[in-house]
């Protein structure tokens, strides 16, 4: 039973994750679909905000497996343990590690990133935290509440999270909660939270003389339409014995992450886009100067100043991501973020020229290499026409296999090639910078 509603939950959590993705798409069999490693390079971009390296479409078992071990790498990278977690056995879609794994990355990606304001609040009580507290816990009936509070704190996210959970409750007397079991079955908490949220919206007192599932069931229902915050639950799965407590912090988890949304205000988002707009000016300045600056420098000494800038770069808008990559629709966006978007295109959009600029001035034979490259990158990233006919299908198929053989025909060549370039002009000073030789060499 416990695994049944683990796999609905997390899988239900997934679709509103996978919501967010452009474009979206829907999981309906968690064990089936995570065994080709997309779903998790895809989650785990959404929740990162970063790109991941991939296989390109396809459902081998190489690939499957080179997609799946991506995403532990990247898991790993972050300081997770992935304690008795095989590829092996998210290929075969075990129950227990496959449940186990997405655990893993709800409680790292959801909870403790909600928790860690919690913890912040508490712990280090500057401007910059207090910007992030709760507009609940500000309001605390007492100061010695609060000081209890901040003596208690443990920076554990599940007490983080039962502890924002009790603060909501206790603004509505007798409802109380010790645990993410038992202490939900009776679906007050739920009500009590988005009573807190929301008020007006529930009337605890009626509640009161209603039956579990009637609460459960129109709590899920209010947060639903209301808060718009995905049903991962249904009641028959808390008004049980023994309710899923991984299930319910999820669940839970998420009426903290609405309660984060609200306090973000219109002249919060103005505030960061505006910081936004000059670090892309700042940029858009700094790549022109670069490009002046380097015009008569050596392909290597132009390679090495795009890697540098290109590192800055990366660091630096990880402070934007949260406007830079809104899932907003254009009609949805403010015109300063409809301005923001535009310059970010228009100097992505110069980076990547910038970029294929450079590979067009390889030193011989490297440039016909990386143009060879390109031609078989681009044909496998094509996608076959959706065609009626089988036929004219067919003879497109047949097409492009021609044209793929053609172009594998010189595979030997350029590899040998490629492997016996010798990196050193008239000089004996390098032409091309290790880490672009080895890129061709993996692409290879």
Known sequence: QREFTQKKTFT???????????????????????????????LLEVLSGQQLVRQKKGSNTFKCR????????????????????????????????????????????????????????????????SSAVDSSLKASPSANKSSKIKERWKISAT????????????????????????????????????QALRPGLVDLEQAKARSNKENLKEAFRIAELELNIPRL???????????????????????????????????????????????????????AKLLVDTENETYYQKYKEMMSFMESFNQGKKAFLPVLSSKRSEAELSKGQQQMREEWDKLISQINEWKAKLDQILPSPLDSIEAWLQEVEHLQAEDLPDLQDPFKAMFVFREKIVIFKDLMDHFDFHLDTLQSFNNEDEKNMPLVLPEKLDEMKRRL
């Open 66 to 129: 080179s997609n799946i071990e991506n995403a532990l790498t990247f898991l790993k990278s972050r300081s997770l343990k992935l304690i008795n977690i095989h590829v092996a056995d998210i290929i075969e879609g075990k129950p227990s590690i496959v449940l186990g794994l997405i655990w893993t990355i709800i409680f790292h990606f959801h909870i403790e990133e909600l928790a860690r304001t919690l913890a912040c609040t508490y712990n280090q009580p500057s401007l910059d935290c």
């Open 12 to 42: 239900s959590w997934i679709n509103s994750i996978l919501a967010k993705r452009i474009p979206p798409y829907v999981i309906s069999d968690l064990y089936a679909d995570i065994q080709q490693g997309h779903l998790l390079l895809d």
């Open 233 to 287: 639950l249904e009641p028959e799965d808390v008004d049980t014995m023994n309710p899923d407590e991984k299930s319910i912090m999820t669940y839970v988890a998420q009426f903290l992450q609405y309660s984060r949304n609200l306090r973000e205000s219109e002249e919060d988002t103005q505030e960061k886009v505006r910081e936004a707009m000059s670090w892309l000016a700042a940029q858009e300045t700094k790549l």
């Open 159 to 194: 007490k983080a999270l039962l502890l924002w959970a009790k603060e909501q409750c206790s603004l509505h007397g007798s409802i109380n909660v010790t645990d993410f079991k038992s202490s939900w079955r009776s679906g007050l908490p739920f009500l009590a939270i988005i």
